[in-house]
T-cell receptor, first 115, second 114 residues
Framework: NAGVTQTPKFQVLKTGQSMTLQCAQD?????MYWYRQDPGMGLRLIYYSASEGTTDKGEVPNGYNVSRLNKREFSLRLESAAPSQTSVYFCASSELVWGGSYEQYFGPGTRLTVT | QKEVEQNSGPLSVPEGAIASLNCTYS??????FFWYRQYSGKSPELIMSIYSNGDKEDGRFTAQLNKASQYVSLLIRDSQPSDSATYLC??????????????FGTGTQLKVEL
């Protein structure tokens, strides 16, 4: 049971290049999330998918697109990378626990630098 | 006003002492509260969740929730050097009907000194 996996671990892009960050989970969770983490800003939600076939914007969606490929996989795409997108990106998935709440579990992260 | 606030620290405690980490939040309807531990260069790891007022204990960790005062805290007893990390407070600001949208504080850095 690998939990949440992300690829790649590190990436350097030039301004204007595109790339897709991959995320997969093997815990049979319905909901998946993409966050970015910047110094002094904390974790901020980019997009989420409450269930297979649905996606919604989070707090900072501009410049990103997502695809919920199937129940296991949720990808994040940067169409035209900008230096402001230099960050650490985390994928998470969540399960329903007693009481109606959801507990989120995070992948190892992708460290992206845009020059 | 930030929605979830934490003192950034660093909070320094001697080994064996109790570390007390605090978090306040702005949304009165929040129902779920979480503490994550994040080591430098690593991903956040869920260590505690709490949903009702009062205390919840798990090993050396105790989470405390006071909804009337809108604060949640984490106590770490018998602190160890391995507890040195950044602790993130997260609050569920609204259900999405199949998941939850968490708002995170910026974290408190804890240093446990020998």
């Amino acid at each position: 049971n690998a939990g949440v996996t992300q690829t790649p671990k590190f990436q350097v892009l030039k301004t204007g290049q595109s790339m897709t960050l991959q995320c997969a989970q093997d815990m049979n969770h319905n909901s998946m999330y993409w966050y970015r983490q910047d110094p002094g800003m904390g974790l901020r939600l980019i997009y989420y998918s409450a269930s297979e076939g649905t996606t919604d914007k989070g707090e900072v969606p501009n410049g990103y697109n997502v695809s919920r490929l199937n129940k296991r996989e949720f990808s994040l795409r940067l169409e035209s990378a900008a230096p402001s997108q230099t960050s650490v990106y985390f994928c998470a998935s969540s399960e329903l626990v007693w009481g109606g709440s959801y507990e989120q579990y995070f992948g190892p992260g992708t460290r992206l630098t845009v020059t | 006003q930030k929605e979830v606030e934490q003192n950034s620290g660093p909070l320094s405690v001697p080994e064996g002492a109790i570390a007390s980490l605090n978090c306040t939040y702005s949304d009165r309807v929040s129902q779920s509260f979480f503490w994550y531990r994040q080591y430098s260069g690593k991903s956040p790891e869920l260590i505690m969740s709490i949903y009702s007022n009062g205390d919840k204990e798990d090993g050396r960790f105790t989470a405390q929730l006071n909804k009337a005062s809108q604060y949640v805290s984490l106590l770490i007893r018998d602190s160890q050097p391995s507890d040195s990390a950044t602790y993130l407070c997260a609050v569920n600001m609204g259900l999405t009907g199949g998941g939850n949208k968490l708002t995170f504080g910026t974290g408190t850095q804890l240093k446990v000194e020998l």
